[in-house]
């Protein structure tokens, strides 16, 4: 097993990057010259531009900056540099230390990590802080608060008391958000959300099968997660006569749609569809051919849905739902994006999703998500455009995280098979 997944992983990501091994960096500022910057402003890209990188920030971005003699120089001709990329839902605890490596090498600078052992994640962010291991920027909610259950890291809250106390004493312990899940009932929902709003916490919400999804919005809810979800909720409106997608779709498509998505927009509610996620489970798992075209067809349904979504103007963010299954950490949040394209994002807009949009979710856009003077220095530097065609976020050249140029071959090397 774990044989067949180092080789899965070394086939997934093998033909990306391939650069040379960046130079050791000396006590100088970092510089990447002549390069195409697109900042994820919506800005249009500048071109030629030399970019420098002191002491983990961006210090300058112009054309006409003279090398200091003691730099690193990086020669960015004829590349391209975004902003490093946000996973909003990922689960460490079950990808394990594995994921760190493929994130980075991936270009994945942040990632909000949606559920897991707090204390294990907490280990894993302070040794990323101290510098001993290589890894992206964690924001955490901890344990999953749930109705009945007996899935992993859900912790179960039965009754409105119990969910105050939970989120009080999470709250205490310091985590940054709360995640609420399916099997929770509908008062002890609305009593967390109102707790959480006292107290002044977020929460992000895998909607619960009782609540629909303009409830979870209007009790404050600040991001929902997966489209399916959507979908779940929906069917829980419509009631028993909902047997398939389309018994669910006039509740939540048309004007009954445009409804709901204002309802977001008005309450800034951000949605992580998690598209990849739903694609890779009846990909790997389907035996049975009409099985899979079903799940095709539904997969279709959930892209006009965040279609229309995005078009209403809801906030919406890249996340691959990564875990201990058949997603892989980083490259699969390339995947997302692409289906975002699909789904009719501009590739500005899809990169936006990843970088601008999460910084601001997460305020966090005074030091994060966008390429500028005074930011943290995260940054991908792309061989290829990618507003020309998304896929080319995967043509990673070199990583740059808090400024420091990270080895992405060295971390490829571990991959690799000896035996292969
Ligand atoms: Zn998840």
Redesign the pocket.
């Known amino acids: 097993m774990r044989w067949r997944f180092i080789l899965f992983v070394f086939l997934v990501i093998g033909p990306i990057g391939c650069g040379e091994r960046p130079r050791e960096q000396t006590g100088g500022p970092l510089v990447i010259t002549h390069v195409t910057v697109i900042d994820a402003t919506g800005k249009a890209p500048a071109r030629n531009m030399t970019v420098v990188i002191r002491d983990g920030h961006i210090a300058a971005i112009d054309s006409t900056i003279e090398v200091p003699t003691n730099a690193t120089v990086i020669d960015g001709t004829g590349k391209f540099l975004i902003p490093g990329l946000w996973d909003m ?3 460490f605890t079950d990808a394990t230390e594995a994921a760190f490596p493929l994130l980075i090498e991936n270009g994945v600078t942040g990632v909000r990590d ?2 897991g052992e707090l204390a294990k994640v907490d280990g894993w962010r302070k040794e990323i802080a101290d510098g001993t291991r290589i890894g992206p920027h964690i924001v955490r909610c901890g344990p999953i608060l749930d109705g009945p259950t007996e899935s992993k890291h859900h912790v179960v809250v039965n009754n409105p008391a119990e969910a105050v106390h939970a989120v009080d004493s999470l709250k205490q312990v310091g985590v940054d958000f709360i995640k609420v899940h399916r099997n929770m009932s509908r008062e002890t929902y609305f009593a967390l959300m109102e707790e959480a709003r006292k107290i002044g916490i977020p929460v992000a919400v ?1 909607l619960p099968s009782t609540v629909t999804a303009q409830e979870a919005s209007q009790a404050g809810a600040k991001s929902l ?2 489209i399916e979800m959507l979908v779940a909720s929906a069917a829980y409106q419509v009631g028993p006569s909902a047997k398939r997608v389309v018994d669910v779709l006039p509740v939540i498509t048309g004007a009954a749609g445009d409804s709901i998505f204002a309802t977001f927009v008005k309450n800034n509610t951000y949605y992580v569809p ?1 598209l990849v ?1 739903y694609e890779r489970g009846f990909v790997l798992w389907g035996s049975d051919t009409t099985k899979v075209a079903g799940r095709a067809r539904v997969q279709g349904h959930h892209l006009r849905l965040v279609t229309a979504m995005h078009r209403a103007g809801v906030p919406i963010m890249a ?1 691959s ?1 990564f ?1 201990d299954w058949a997603l892989v950490a980083g490259v699969d949040l390339h995947n997302e994006l692409a289906l975002f394209v699909e789904a009719g994002f501009t590739p500005m807009e899809a990169i936006q999703a990843a970088t601008i949009k999460p910084a601001t979710f997460l305020e966090m856009q005074d030091s994060l998500g966008t390429i500028e003077v005074g930011k943290i220095a995260d940054l991908v530097l792309l061989d290829a455009d990618p507003l020309e065609d998304i896929s080319h976020t995967r043509k990673i050249r070199a990583v740059v995280v808090g400024g420091r140029m990270v080895p992405v071959m060295e971390l490829r090397s571990r991959f690799t098979d000896p035996h292969s």
């Open positions: 839902h990922g689960h949606m559920g895998h997660e997966h998690t996620a996340g739902d875990s």
